[in-house]
């Protein structure tokens, strides 16, 4: 055993961890740095290729592993919905509201114009998250920052969380550490969008801290409120991007308050592209907001 | 270094970078149970099986690299050192104590693989004092050191049989 403890191999294996544990230390409080970035930027083109490869194989895939039945399951049900569509075309008033409704759609576009938006591949999911972390194909040089809001044209998916040249690291609202600031469009009662791991495996999510006589009820659409939450995320969304609908409102076992369980309108882990948000107006002093919130909320944890 | 160990080394530097790929791909290997193998453990393992000891440290010191960058979390280095210490200690037993054999691989890439899960549920689950840690060991760490566990053996026959042909 001496001889192994004296071995040249044995030195050069203490010296290899001693730069690993320097490497782990430094990265831990300054992030990857240009090795990750080396490591991330060598990567990338060919998770890129391979992710453009399986997304084309697996649409070709959900025809051909389809069986006879559930051909023609499918069939049945798509003819119901061409009867249910010509249906409402034959209602040329029914067409005309939907039409406004759709403007009213639209218009939401217009309320954001401020939006710099950018659109993204996913190239990579994270076999070691819980939350289904993924990878996508822009990075700094396309102008992503940290901290980005990253969406679909369904809602909320969530933030970027670390950025290299050529891709970005996204955390998703599923992640345990998601909290920030949401708001009830029908009622404007305020809530904060948390999470935990059981509910987040069933599809859902929370929005906690509802008073006692809160009006939230199942239906209602839930959208971020854009305000910083303690320790949180919050304020650098900005205010007004779809989360989801409110599936049940129950008692928190740890208070008087009460929590609405959200169905998010996006499923992270079955999206192929997103956008990511790369500017809006308010961001600078959003982001002003929520490090000073977290600096103070140190702060005070440091006098503790 | 002769020829044939340097297209060997060859050999194993591509398939880790093919396993890593095929890790980190969007829709390729399917999700069992909300969870995705960890392919670079048992590569990295299973190459010590069979290789001297400064080369099987290299492997498992690039694997762990790899599998650092991957991580959403931004500490670079801790699957490195993991690695790194299993596939040196694995590579010493393997050339004076242990008989190679797929019982073995088995075994070494199960607790290779028990280390690496069980630290990374203490470093970025405990840790961080997210609720519910006993139900995430059990409902989503539990099932990746499966599915880890379940891929051993294809990837130490590969391993095998490009240390031993080429």
């Known amino acids: 055993m001496n001889r192994f403890f004296q071995s040249n191999q044995f030195r050069g294996l203490i010296v290899v961890l001693f730069l690993l544990s320097s490497l782990t230390l430094y990265t831990s409080t300054a992030g990857p740095g240009a090795l990750g970035d080396l ?10 290729v391979l992710s453009t490869a399986t997304g ?3 649409t070709g895939a959900e025809t051909i592993t389809k069986s006879k039945e559930e051909l023609l399951a499918e069939n049945k049900s798509l003819q119901q919905q061409v009867n249910t569509l010509n249906q409402k075309l ?3 008033y029914t067409a005309l509201q939907q039409n406004e409704q759709y403007k009213q759609f639209l218009g939401i576009k217009n309320q954001h114009k401020d939006y710099q938006l950018l659109s993204a591949t996913i190239i990579a999911r994270d076999p070691n998250s819980v939350s289904g972390s993924f990878t996508i194909d822009q990075g700094s040089t396309s102008g992503i920052t ?5 969406i679909t044209s369904a809602g909320v998916v969530g933030w970027i ?3 290299s040249p050529l891709s970005a690291k996204v955390t998703t609202i599923f992640d345990t550490s998601a909290q920030f600031g949401v708001r009830d469009t029908a009622n404007r009662d305020t809530g904060v969008f948390a999470n935990d791991l059981k509910l987040a495996d069933k ?3 929370k929005m906690e801290y509802l008073a006692t006589g809160t009006t939230v009820k199942a239906g209602d659409q839930i959208v971020t409120s854009g305000l910083a939450v303690e320790n949180g995320f919050g304020g650098k969304f900005p205010r007004g991007l779809p989360v989801g609908t409110v599936s049940a409102v129950k008692s928190s076992p740890y208070d008087v308050s009460l929590y609405a369980e959200i169905k998010p309108y996006v499923t992270p882990g079955k999206i192929r592209d997103v956008m990511v948000i790369t500017d809006f107006a308010g961001k600078a002093e959003a982001a002003k907001a929520a490090s000073s919130q977290s600096s103070s909320s140190s702060l005070s944890g440091a006098s503790k | 270094m002769k020829r044939g160990k340097r297209i060997r080394f060859l050999a194993y530097f591509l398939e880790i970078l093919l396993f890593f790929i095929l890790q980190q791909a969007p829709d390729l290997l399917p999700v069992i149970h909300y969870a995705r193998p960890l ?4 590569t990295a393992v299973t190459i010590a099986l069979f290789e001297p000891q400064v080369a099987s440290t290299a492997f498992g010191l690039f694997c762990g690299l790899l599998i650092d960058a991957g991580t959403n979390g931004g500490v670079l280095g801790m699957h490195a050192i993991i690695l790194t210490v299993i596939c040196f200690v694995v590579s010493y037993l393997a050339h004076d104590l242990l008989q190679i054999n797929a019982l073995t691989a088995f075994l070494v890439c199960g607790i290779a693989a028990a280390i690496t899960i069980i630290l990374q549920w203490l470093l970025f689950y405990v840790s961080l004092g997210y609720a519910d840690p006993a139900y995430a060991l059990v409902e989503h760490y539990l099932p990746r050191f499966l599915y880890t566990i379940a891929l051993g053996l294809p990837i130490y026959a590969l391993n095998r049989t490009i240390a031993l042909r080429i």
């Open chain 1, 39 to 48: 490591l991330n930027s060598a990567a990338m083109p060919m998770q890129k």
């Open chain 1, 56 to 58: 084309k194989a697996a």
């Open chain 1, 90 to 92: 034959t209602n040329y």
């Open chain 1, 146 to 150: 940290k901290d980005c809001p990253v």
């Open chain 1, 161 to 163: 969380s670390e950025v």
């Open chain 1, 203 to 205: 599809g859902l999510t």
């Open chain 2, 39 to 42: 392919l670079l453990i048992p």
